[in-house]
């Protein structure tokens, strides 16, 4: 331990946290572990997760887990300081006791805690009809297991994969499928591949990208339901555009749905866009007070941010897991003035069909977005986001040494479109509309997105009509009334 540490150790850390339980044995909740033994915490803690393994790795999972070139089991994270903690793996939290300070488990234990942070991140949305998704061939890609299944049905040759949804996950599992020599289809409900997390206009590009290398891309088109045989093994899929695809593997990429379902009761403020908190990642209660003893971090969390005038901003990428688990971390064991608020951008990257696609900011907030460096044919280029007239977000393709930049003009709110001094700058700039989806549309996952401006306002997806905009099934055109 630093002398810094020490003595903030000694003047405010607050005597009576002895116990800490993390719930959600993830990126996170690890990063917050060996957070708290950095900031001088000598207490208790203990990680409960429902996987039976120690925390890993998943971006790992829809890339080179998939390709072979990575063992699965290789993925584990590594443990940068002796934790000494209590680990229960492969046992589920419950429920949650607030006024006895206890989390239950599915054994019926009950773990008492002093603070307690909530990482249980999410979970991969499920195809609607349980009875096809049963079907020998039909997969999800969330966990390090279900890359174990995947894994081994590519490697078996099939004729073809079907993959449903084109998000990032959909995406990078087609990218493998291509790498590999696998014939694969892509159905997306919307315009455009990946239309959730970069809007249409990128989305177009997105598209090119996987045409160029031999995807069959269903634009705006579902699929109407899954069929098997006589045994049980998936045969065809029926699309909403009258195709019937002859299939052996279907991959269900239809985004994440958040772990909260065990908070049912706990007087936490919670729905399906996560638990509320503040800056100082504490999580609020069902009346919209902040909890002292409770804390959350990564996927589940939805936080204020400063930048983005109130809303409560719902993430989930690795880098927010790691950041936001690192602030939680240092506020469960600071004495109120010294609670830092967490204000970190956005940011994200992905590797596809060759090239690398890196995010900052919050792009699914903007209004217009411009091409400012680059150019799309070379497959190297800058784009920038706005949002009445500043900017808030950038992406770049096989260009990420510009994204510093761009994160200091997102901070620092400058106009839109920038004012930029590249060589490689466009002489005229010509926004366009970003083209983001109606909100509440389930084809994929955003992975960033504003989640309303408060605790306790209604999210717009749970209205009487809800139920059309999210079953992934319907094809496009419907219109709730």
Not at 174 to 202: D, F, K, N, Q, W
Not at 388 to 412: F, H, Q
Not at 446 to 470: F, L, R
Request: glycine share 8%.
């Amino acid at each position: 331990m630093s002398s810094n540490n020490a003595k903030k150790t000694a003047s405010s850390v607050q005597k009576p946290v002895q116990r800490i339980v993390i719930v959600g044995a993830s990126l996170a909740g690890l990063s917050a572990a060996e957070s708290l033994r950095s900031e001088g915490f000598a207490g208790t803690i203990t990680v409960i997760g429902d996987e039976p393994y120690a925390p890993y790795d998943r971006p790992p999972l829809s890339k080179t887990v998939l390709t072979g070139w990575l063992q699965a089991e290789h993925t584990t994270l590594p443990q940068s300081v002796d934790l000494q903690a209590e680990w229960l793996l492969g046992m589920p939290a419950i429920g949650l006791d607030l006024g006895n300070r206890e989390v239950e488990l599915a054994d019926g234990r009950r773990v008492g805690f002093d603070r307690l942070l909530i990482s249980t991140g999410t979970h991969a949305r499920q195809w609607p009809d349980l009875a096809q998704a049963a079907l020998d061939g039909v997969c999800l890609l969330h966990t390090r297991d279900d890359a174990v299944r995947l894994r081994a049905r590519l490697a078996a040759r099939p004729k073809r994969v079907l993959v449903i949804g084109g998000g990032f996950t959909g995406s990078e599992v087609a990218s493998v499928c291509r790498e590999l020599g696998l014939a694969v289809t892509v159905t997306e409900r919307s315009a455009t591949p990946l239309i959730g997390a970069l809007g249409a206009a990128a989305g177009a590009f997105a598209g090119q990208l996987q045409r160029a290398h031999g995807v069959d891309l269903r634009c705006n088109v579902t699929v109407m339901s899954l069929e098997g045989d006589e045994s049980g093994r998936l045969r065809c899929a029926y699309l909403s555009d009258g195709d019937i695809l002859d299939i052996d593997v279907a991959v269900v990429a239809l985004g994440a749905v958040r772990n909260v379902e065990w908070l049912r009761d706990s007087g936490l403020a919670f729905d399906s866009r996560g638990i509320a908190c503040d800056a100082a990642c504490r999580a609020f209660d069902i009346n919209g007070m902040v909890t002292d003893d409770v804390f959350v971090a990564g996927d589940i969390v939805r936080w204020p941010h400063p930048l983005y005038e109130g809303e409560l901003l719902a993430v989930e990428h690795w880098g927010n897991a790691v950041e936001q688990a690192r602030t939680a971390a240092h506020n469960m064991v600071s004495v109120p003035a010294d609670l830092q608020a967490y204000k970190s951008l956005p940011a994200f990257w992905s590797r596809q069909f060759g090239v690398n696609l890196k995010m900052i900011g919050l792009p699914s907030f903007a209004d217009e977005v411009v091409l400012t460096q680059g150019s799309v044919s070379e497959r190297r280029l800058v784009a920038a986001y706005g949002y009445k007239g500043r900017i808030v977000a950038a992406l770049t393709v096989n260009m990420a040494r510009w994204l510093p930049a761009y994160e200091a003009m997102i901070e620092a709110r400058a106009p839109f479109p920038p004012v930029l001094h590249a060589p490689d700058s466009s002489a005229e700039l010509r926004p366009v509309p970003a083209g983001f989806p109606p909100h509440g549309q389930i084809t994929h996952s955003p992975n960033a997105i504003k989640t309303g401006p408060g605790p306790s306002i209604p999210s717009p997806e749970e209205s009487p009509t809800s139920d059309k905009v999210k079953d992934p099934r319907v094809p496009p055109g419907f219109q709730p009334k």
